[in-house]
């Protein structure tokens, strides 16, 4: 990524920033009430093959700071990324752990680590696109919510959407490319977040992906 078109980025980044700072939580948490939602507790957004919980470093240091957990037993690298030409894989951003398909802090119909849980689980089923309120699925979903939970939900709504924008940007000035290349059984595996990178073993990464890519590639 040459310098005008990260600066490109960053505009437009800078941008969507100042239309996130403006936007209202009063009139979000009014649109969330006419929805409504009430946690059923089900857990099924926190279990199966959909549960996919991206993260930042901020929260994965918060989680590592909850359980004392190593940064790789909390979170690991997402599968889409591409290859340099020292068989390295890049990649963006975490993804939360999990133990096989479902997060790996649910356990027993509650989550462990309630007060350190991302951005995206507590404002989970709502997030923003550019600014405007969606759902996702969701039992809940219709269920009665108060004025102030409402509240609570649209400004932590606000939040996420500044963070995510701010995450964005830190990552692409701190952001490095790379000549593209062939995986090698050499290589390792680079993250890139707002913290500049990461640069792990493969034998490092926990979980299915690290396994899956050994076996894949013959290593
Ligand atoms: S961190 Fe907690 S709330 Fe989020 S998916 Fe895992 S168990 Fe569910």
């Keep these: 990524m040459n310098r005008p078109i990260k600066n490109e980025i960053l505009d ?18 009014r649109e969330i009430q006419r929805i409504g939602f009430k946690c059923e507790g089900c857990g ?15 929260e994965i240091r918060a989680i590592v700071a909850e359980t004392g957990e190593g940064w790789l037993e909390a979170a690991g690298p997402p599968e889409e990324g591409e ?15 999990k133990a096989g398909r479902d997060c790996k802090y649910y356990s027993e119909g509650r989550c462990r680590i309630y007060g350190a849980r991302p951005l995206l689980c507590q404002t989970y089923p709502f997030y923003l696109e550019k600014g405007r309120l969606k759902w996702s699925e969701c039992r809940g979903l219709g269920g009665e919510i108060g004025h102030s939970e409402a509240t ?11 963070v995510e924008i701010r995450e964005a940007m830190e990552l692409v000035r701190r952001y490095e490319d790379f000549e593209r290349g062939e995986p090698s059984p050499r290589g390792r595996c680079i993250v890139h977040d707002s913290d500049g990178y990461h640069d792990i073993d493969w034998s490092e990464i926990q979980g299915a ?3 899956r890519i050994k076996l894949f590639r013959g290593w």
């Design 44 to 58: 099924d957004c926190c279990r199966g093959e959909e549960n996919c919980v991206a993260l930042f470093p901020f």
């Design 152 to 162: 609570k939900l649209a400004e932590l709504l606000k939040r996420r959407q500044i």
């Design 12 to 29: 437009d980044l800078d941008s969507q920033l100042v239309g996130a700072e403006s936007l209202s939580a009063r009139a979000m948490a």
């Design 209 to 211: 992906f690290g396994r």
């Design 83 to 97: 290859w340099d030409c020292e068989g390295s894989f890049h990649t963006l951003e975490w993804r939360l752990a």
